[in-house]
């Protein structure tokens, strides 16, 4: 166990809808990063945040935002949905900045229909 | 851009054979590498890293040494178990301020008795 923690654990939807996921990072960790992990893609980055400011971004897509509460835990937003959009999302905390070593949670399974 | 290749899966042993699976990374700098393993429905966990050439990291009985000539930084283990099998990444983050975890494709390692 990580100690990262994501809900859902599973999410089915429709295209051109929006949903949000959730991540709480470790306890004491104030990064927070978000990954998408699809067949044809692979692992990639999204974007980070850093004690609620957003501090490097990956290939995010427009329609994708994010972003970290005072209390650290951290929201994904995805919006009009495509079939595309279908994928594992990873959040992964780390106690800094610099992102050397990065905590993993479960991931949240995305399937858009 | 900064990469990292691995072999392609997925590699097929039987219990108690030794295991290589390859990784090479092209970076601008001196980056930190990583080994993350994926098992079957769960997230990413780190199983070890090397910081600076000529470094060895090892975990549960696997082992990768950094080798800055050759820009590889090869996973081995002596003698797998069924338990082993999973997926594994091998990725890179440069130490120059932050920089996003970039990683491989991943190599499905699948142990049979």
């Known amino acids: 166990d990580s100690g990262v923690t994501q809900t859902p654990k599973h999410l089915i939807t429709a295209t051109g809808q929006r949903v949000t996921l959730r991540c709480s990072p470790r306890?004491?960790?104030?990064?927070v990063y978000w990954y998408q992990q699809s067949l044809d893609q692979g692992l990639q980055f999204l974007i980070q945040y850093y004690n609620g400011e957003e501090r490097a971004k990956g290939n995010i897509l427009e329609r994708f935002s994010a972003q970290q509460f005072p209390d650290l835990h951290s929201e994904l937003n995805l919006s009009s949905l495509e079939l595309g959009d279908s994928a594992l999302y990873f959040c992964?905390?780390?106690?800094?900045?610099?992102?050397?070593?990065?905590?993993f949670g479960p991931g949240t399974r995305l399937l858009v229909l | 851009g900064d990469s990292v290749t691995q072999m392609e899966g997925p590699v097929t042993l039987s219990e108690e054979a030794f295991l290589t699976i390859n990784c090479t990374y092209t970076?601008?700098?001196?980056?930190?590498l990583f080994w993350y393993v994926q098992y079957p429905g769960e997230g990413l966990q780190l199983l070890l890293k090397?910081?600076?050439?000529?470094d060895k990291g090892s975990n549960k009985g696997f082992e990768a040494t950094y080798r800055k000539e050759t820009t590889s930084f090869h996973l081995e283990k002596g003698s797998v178990q069924v338990s082993d099998s999973a997926v594994y990444f091998c990725?890179?983050?440069?130490?120059?301020?932050?920089?996003?975890?970039?990683f491989g494709t991943g190599t499905r390692l699948l142990v049979s008795p």
């Open positions: 090397a910081t600076k050439a000529d």
């Open positions: 990725a890179l983050v440069m130490n120059t301020g932050f920089q996003k975890l970039v």
């Open positions: 970076a601008t700098g001196y980056p930190s």
């Open positions: 306890s004491g960790d104030l990064s």
């Open positions: 992964a905390s780390s106690e800094d900045t610099l992102g050397e070593t990065q905590y």
